[in-house]
């Protein structure tokens, strides 16, 4: 066989294997992994006790990053147009004091869930191995096992030169669920009509408000409440098989 017979024999048979690797009526799953690195901002804490709310002045919260698995779950309504479940093993995140509260380190953890469903633009057509996208849709947000370190669990934390000791009791928190915004951009890599890889980025508008709620023996009921701003950017690294 002549050489540039053999090419060329070989540039189709690759071609082949990598025809409508994402076309119409396509179903794509990925696992991969998921770096979230939250871009915190906080309001300082508002503090309700004895009838009399008062503005913790300079007091705020930061969170940590987290990674965890995720998994994706693609369908391909036409050769570019696709929705997209998104999934994941709930991240452990870590709030930590920052301003007046730094003092206490740690103040909390919890673990979030965000299951996003996205609409996804593919360029490129399905034949193609590089297949750059842009998407957007929502994420719901909620949280669960949240649980206080020993100074803010205890009320430490509502320590002040007014009050002393006055405000301090048994500490719980809650976090609150919301819809956030999310937009997307990545590529997809096929190496063959089931196999691709695929790397993206994504931001979410995202906010919750932390509710404490400390029974004080000396003036009952004390709440205290922070608007924190999570807008996490998220990565995701991947392998996909299309089905």
Partial sequence: MRPYRAIAIAAALLTGTAAHAQSAGSFVANVGWFHLAPQVSSQPFSITAAGTTTTASGSGADIDGAD????????????????????????????????????????????????????????????????PYLGAGAAYVWYSGVKLSSAMSSGAFLYSSTYGTALEGQTTAKLSSSFAPVINAGFTYNFDKHWSAGVSLSYMWLSTRATLTTHSAAVGTVTSTSKIHVDPIVSFVSVGYRF
């Fill in 68 to 131: 965890t698995i995720g998994f994706t779950a693609t369908y391909f309504v036409t050769d570019h147009i696709a929705v997209e479940g998104v999934f994941g093993v709930p991240p452990k995140f870590t709030l930590s004091g920052t301003g007046t509260l730094s003092g206490l380190g740690e103040l909390g953890k919890a673990y979030e869930w965000s299951p996003t469903l996205l609409l996804k633009y593919y360029f490129n057509d399905a034949q193609s191995h590089f297949r």
